[in-house]
């Protein structure tokens, strides 16, 4: 199953990195068309454990696969692979 990431939800403290103020995700399934709203380490686990498959995509329809990763103080969180975008792609969304 892949789903697409359509928006996220940030809380309002200072994070040195700022994909970790992602809380909340907001998504749906294109196939299914199911939608849903997941926290970051449920979809940190799906995506890692479950072999789950997340994206982003942009206003011209180029896709971003998102990603796991951890602080080096073992903080989970999600993040798009490197592209042509000099622009975040998960933090460039919309709030949910």
Sequence with gaps: MSIRITCINKDNGYHENPNLAITHLGWINEQT??????????????????????????ANGNKAKVITAETYNGTKYLKTEADNSTKNNLLSLPEC
Aim: positive net charge.
């Design 33 to 58: 068309k199911n939608t849903g709203k997941s926290t970051r380490l449920e979809l940190y686990n799906w995506i890692k454990n479950e072999n789950g498959y997340a994206y982003v995509t942009d």
